[in-house]
């Protein structure tokens, strides 16, 4: 009887450091990505969807402009880095505009060069205004 009551305590210590090291390696990868940001930059976006297309010219906000029911509209943006060494691309969408986004996965940027990426709205069938953020987030490798 002894034997097993050691026994399951092993067995429970054993789990219990398991996920200690788990939750610690989590926290650490996390805390080492934090710091290892090069350059972080957060954009306004808005997109609306009416019973007309329009669009809009806005430098300091990321404006998608005015599109009918079902349509779409695009903003492209130009990354360059002057980083040393290859950098991670991060693209994190915000707010309700997120859900007309299409997704941008990572992407390694070299030194010295340029990347487009197009940002593509769609329009649902329903007339909304839509605003949020966009973040571009770059991490050294």
């Known amino acids: ?43 306004n976006a808005t997109f609306r969807v009416a019973g007309f297309g329009g ?4 430098t300091d906000v990321i404006n998608f402009g005015v599109v009918t029911a079902g349509g779409s509209s695009a903003k492209e943006i130009v990354i360059y880095h002057e980083y040393s060494k290859p950098l991670k691309i991060k693209i ?6 997120a859900k007309t986004l299409s997704p ?4 390694y940027l070299e030194p010295k060069t340029e990347r487009k990426v197009n940002l593509i ?13 966009i973040r571009i987030t770059m991490i050294k490798t």
């Open 55 to 58: 669009f809009s010219a806005d």
């Open 104 to 107: 941008i996965p990572s992407f």
């Open 1 to 43: 009887m002894k034997k097993s009551v050691k026994t399951r305590n092993k067995i429970i210590f054993i789990i219990l450091i398991i996920i200690f090291t788990v939750i610690l390696t989590r926290f650490v990868f996390k805390l080492n990505e934090a710091n290892s940001v090069y350059y972080e930059r957060e954009f």
């Open 121 to 133: 709205a769609h329009a649902g069938n329903e007339f909304a205004n839509y605003t949020g953020k």
């Open 92 to 97: 994190i969408y915000g707010g309700d505009i």
